[in-house]
């Protein structure tokens, strides 16, 4: 069955706008602070509370989880941090840099998934296991780290158990994903996700661990959705050079370049298998 038409909502569109004049501004701004005080970081918490009492319990937990290989970020990165808050003032923010983020999956998940994360050798891919994975079991809302909402969050996810957002092409990505814990469709990722893994025949981050898995996954018309116009955008604030300034592999897209997104299988686990 075809799905209804969307509705336009200019109040939010215009509202986005503002925002992301606004946020070009900080962003040509911090080029200056940047030059001035080329070594100052900012640091992003590991955990903070929420800045308002968070009212009834909602289906999708109030918790915004991001990550990204360093917690030492520039000011735009900062600012978009803060932006968030400010969207999401009765959500928590929890946050892992790499290390944590390989902490979580051995605590939490069995030894093969672990050992299929460990073999993914880009940051963004790894990122990409673990949103799922943390929010299958926790639940709350994934955000890129340059990635901003545009509209309170909470009226956003409304009563929704779970939410995607589609890009500008229509199709879905995976910088903006809420969710309760325990969804049927995270797991049906997950699975996916650990297919792609154990096959290797793809060779590129987005169709291996991100938004290609989506798409080819997930039905749009079975799905709850909301357009990037209405709920989340990216790159307002921040951009390439403020997010990679400290890492000389530079963005995942530069990175698979050169590095295998998927570690070969080691010898003796392949021959292994090849026995049974």
């Known amino acids: ?36 005080f080329p070594k100052k970081r900012f640091t992003l918490p590991e955990q903070a509370a929420p800045w308002l009492k968070p009212k009834e319990p909602t289906p999708i937990p109030r918790i915004i989880w991001q990550t990204n290989f360093t917690n030492k ?3 735009p990165v900062y600012l978009n941090y803060l932006f968030n808050r400010l969207m999401a003032p009765r959500f ?40 799922l994975l943390v929010l299958n079991q926790h639940g709350g809302v994934y955000l890129d780290i340059d990635a901003h909402a545009i509209w309170p969050l909470a009226n956003t996810l409304g009563k929704h158990e779970e939410l995607y957002i589609t890009t500008r092409r229509g199709e879905l990505s995976n910088y903006f994903i809420a969710s309760r814990p325990g969804n049927p469709n995270l797991l049906r990722l997950i699975e996916r996700v650990q297919h792609n893994i154990q096959d290797s025949s793809l060779t590129n981050v987005f ?6 898995v989506f798409i080819e996954l997930l039905d749009q018309q079975a799905v709850p959705t909301v357009s990037y116009r209405h709920a989340c955008n990216q790159g307002s ?23 295998s997104v998927v570690r070969p299988e080691p010898a003796r686990d392949a021959q292994d298998r090849s026995a049974d």
């Open 1 to 36: 069955m075809p799905s209804q038409p969307k509705p336009r909502k200019p109040h939010i569109v215009a509202t986005s706008r503002v925002i992301k004049l606004a946020a070009n501004i900080t962003k040509l701004l911090s080029y200056g602070f940047h030059a001035l």
């Open 73 to 75: 970020v520039t000011l």
């Open 92 to 131: 928590e923010y929890r946050f892992m840099i790499t290390e944590a983020r390989k902490a979580f999956i051995a605590a939490h998940y069995s030894p093969e998934i672990n050992q299929q994360y460990d073999r993914l050798q880009i940051g963004a891919a790894q990122a990409d296991f673990w949103r």
């Open 207 to 212: 169709e291996l661990t991100g938004p290609g």
């Open 237 to 259: 604030f921040t951009n390439e050079h403020f997010q990679y300034i400290d890492k000389k592999a530079g963005k995942w897209t530069k990175e698979q370049r050169t590095v």
